[in-house]
């Protein structure tokens, strides 16, 4: 069974390199493009991409979180230290020098404040992928969606396409400006190891593992605890699912958690417009020749 | 002929010199170039030009305002997301002549050509300014393809159809310089050209709409619509007709002495021509807006604050220009087809600004203060239209656009 699903998956990614080869070579550049990359309906995402269940009710807000992130990533020094509570004052968000920060709600349904952990959500099938034209993006087996600087020229499409608002761009760099987002510690869960915000995690609010078992785990508890939590996980099927899950006490919407996206992944939005590019390629020389050879001999009357 | 002038027109300086200073020598010629327009015209520049140094020595972050949240700014939303439309004029003339075979309208063709191109070439000057890593702008084409994106598309068409405009407008460059030969080979390729121009338009234009197609919680519901690649290529054929008879008329004011009398005698029949035309796809255009909102039963939306806007671009930015325009075809009034035109024009730059910037991130607090370009910006935007009115009208003083140059008379096509 597990050989199967292995033998379907490198099907369809042979497929895609296939299809994405035979566009460019094509001269499908010119033209258009394949709209067969991540949108294949039977391509569900890797199977053992890996994920990480927030529970918001867990969280304190000591933002230990962003201290390991910044220190794992060597990211510059914060502007207020670590362990200030006066950053809750306003809603921050990603930035070129955070890649994960905390903020503090107080919905009127919750006697204490929620605390929401934000950073790179890691798409199933991203938007920034779809939206990249350079392919600076790519989803790892591993769950990851990593950026490429090498190749990225700056467009900043990808940050217009996130729907979470993530990607956070270097807009004081003047030569070398590149997009900057959590990695999933890509680093070190390839390696074996976890992300370092979940390690860092004292109240083990935030749980490394299988993406599958963490929704199993979601499920439990919130059917262990039915009072405690609303039954919905977040990100199970937003935007087609993302690797980031999250299980609250109050409505997400509260929290700032986008409500109005899509079910479908994101790149479903434009199949329709990219399979039109055919079609005109095709329909528009042949009409617009027809055109001509019935006017050519025309008088230059109206 | 004397000697003189025979020596003078075989050296090669001599003629360069005499090509670009107009037959004038260079005292005569820089005593000519002091006017108020220029006076103006080289203070912006002059402050302009430095901010743009700025970006490049400081970053983005020093002169505009495109942030996280709004990552496109009025750089792009005027230079880009507005300016393509409105340089549909080289596709839809062309097209009208040499395709539709109107072709009483010859006259506005090169003009046509000339401010399509010229505006594609500033939306890349605009786009260069903006993006992150100005000489990487090649690798869509040659180093790393991204084919799911509509982007990617957009990238192909743009530099490709400038290429196209080039090649349809190197007729008037080689007549410039005499360059018989090759001019004939130049005149063969037009109706593959236009074919070509008319193929890349209509996928690019639309592909510039269809790239807000993957913001859709971001994008009000209003303005986002599965048409929006429709409403653009729509919009974009009335944005170009329109913006010819804008530059007609401007050309016919203020350089009317490059201007043969084909062209000015034509001109008020052929403007209200264009206007007709105009009229009619901006009717189609009005209807499938409405269209747009029925499909995706958004009717309750309109009784809201961006409802009320929506409102006034359809009706004050759309329906009134067509009836502007149908009034003045039918009176046969050339001057109130030009009103209705530079009203539809703001009408489209209306729309796209909506879309890329107004509208765009309309849920996020804060957003008005996000939409209002700052200081530094503005002024980067006014001096690069600057510089482009002032190559654009060096081009017209030079070469036969506005004129049919009397050693190459038309040729069938």
């Known amino acids: 069974m597990e050989k199967a699903r292995d033998g379907g998956k490198k099907g369809t990614v042979s497929r895609r390199q296939l299809l994405q080869g ?107 992928a779809a939206a990249c034209p350079v392919k600076a993006y790519t989803k790892t087996p591993e769950g990851s969606v990593l950026y490429n600087a090498d190749v990225c020229f700056g467009c900043r499409y990808c940050m217009v396409a996130c729907p979470f608002y993530v990607p956070a761009y270097d807009y004081d760099s003047a030569l070398e400006p590149k997009i900057v987002k959590c990695t999933l510690c890509y680093g070190r869960i390839s390696k074996g190891g976890i992300p370092a915000c979940a390690e860092a995690c004292p109240a083990g609010a935030v749980t490394f593992g299988k993406r599958s078992d963490l929704i199993k785990l979601a499920r439990n508890k919130i059917r262990k605890n039915p009072d405690k939590y609303i039954d919905r996980i977040y990100g199970e099927y937003e935007v087609g699912g993302t690797s980031w899950l999250y299980i609250s006490s109050v409505p997400f919407d509260q929290l700032d958690y986008p409500n109005n996206i899509p079910e479908k992944p994101l790149v479903e939005q434009t199949k329709g417009f990219l399979s039109a590019v055919p079609m005109v390629l095709t329909i528009w020389p042949a009409l617009l020749t027809m055109c001509y050879a019935a006017t050519r001999n025309k008088e230059g009357k109206e | ?28 010629y820089s005593k000519k170039l002091i006017t108020p327009f220029n006076i103006v015209a080289m203070i912006i520049l002059c402050v302009g030009f430095p901010l743009i140094g700025l970006r490049f020595y400081k970053g983005l972050a020093a002169v505009t ?98 290429t196209v405009q080039l090649l349809e407008f190197s007729p008037a460059i080689l007549e410039w310089i005499r360059a018989q030969r090759v001019r004939k080979w130049a005149i063969l390729i037009t109706i593959a050209m236009t074919i070509a121009g008319v193929i890349l338009s209509t996928l690019h234009q639309s592909a510039l709409g269809a790239l807000f197609l993957l913001a859709p919680g971001k994008v009000h519901p209003l303005w986002y619509s599965t048409f929006i690649p429709v409403f653009n290529f729509i919009s974009s054929i009335f944005g170009g007709l329109c913006m010819v008879i804008a530059v007609s008329t401007v050309c016919a004011r203020w350089l009317r002495d490059k201007a043969d009398d084909t062209f000015l005698s034509n001109l008020d029949p052929l403007t209200v021509g264009l206007g007709k ?73 209306l729309n796209r600004l909506n879309l890329s910037i107004i509208t765009f991130n309309y849920n996020l607090p804060d957003h008005f203060h996000h939409i209002v370009p700052p200081a530094k910006e503005a002024l980067i935007v006014l001096s690069i239209i600057t510089f482009h009115i002032l190559l654009f009208r060096w081009i017209l003083n030079r070469m036969p656009v506005l004129r049919e140059d009397p050693d190459f008379p038309e040729e069938d096509h």
């Not at chain 1, 309906?41 to 910044?70: H, I, Q, Y």
């Not at chain 1, 920060?101 to 099938?125: A, F, G």
């Not at chain 2, 500033?122 to 799911?148: E, K, N, Q």
């Open chain 1, 22 to 128: 035979l566009a460019v070579a094509g001269g499908a550049a010119i033209i258009g493009t394949s709209t067969e990359v991540f949108a294949d309906g039977k391509f569900s995402g890797w199977p053992d991409r890996r994920g990480m269940l927030t529970d918001l009710t867990e969280c304190v807000g000591c933002r230990s979180c962003e201290k390991a992130c910044n220190e794992a990533n060597r990211l510059p020094g914060p502007e207020v230290p670590f362990d200030e509570k006066s950053v809750f004052e306003r809603k921050r968000r990603p930035t070129a020098s955070a890649y994960t920060v905390v903020n503090r709600y107080e919905p009127k349904s919750s006697d204490k404040p929620l605390y929401r952990k934000v950073q790179c959500n890691h798409c199933n099938e991203p938007s920034c």
């Open chain 2, 277 to 349: 035309a105009a009229a009619v796809v901006m009717f189609v255009y009005f209807v499938l807006k409405l269209i747009g909102v029925a499909h995706d039963d958004n009717w309750a939306l309109l009784g809201t604050g961006y409802g009320y806007w929506f409102l006034v671009e359809i009706f004050l930015f759309v329906a009134l220009p067509v009836v502007t325009l149908s009034v003045g075809v039918k009176k046969n009034s050339a001057g109130l087809v030009r009103f209705g035109a530079f009203h539809a024009i703001a009408g489209i730059i």
């Open chain 2, 1 to 28: 002929m004397n000697d003189e002038t025979i020596a003078k027109a075989e050296s090669f300086p001599a003629r360069f010199t005499d090509k670009l200073l107009m037959g004038m020598s260079w005292a005569e």
């Open chain 2, 65 to 162: 305002h495109s942030s996280n949240e709004y990552p496109w700014s009025i750089l792009l939303g005027w230079g880009l997301f507005a300016g393509v439309p409105l340089s549909a004029t080289g596709y839809v003339m062309a097209t009208t002549v040499y395709i539709l075979g109107y072709k009483k309208y010859h006259p506005l063709v090169r003009l046509g050509v000339l401010t399509g191109f010229m505006g594609y070439l500033f939306a890349v000057i605009y786009l260069l300014i903006d993006i992150g890593r100005p000489w990487r702008i090649y690798y869509p084409m040659a180093v790393s393809y991204g084919p799911t994106s509509v982007l990617f598309l957009v990238a192909w068409h743009v530099s490709t159809y400038l």
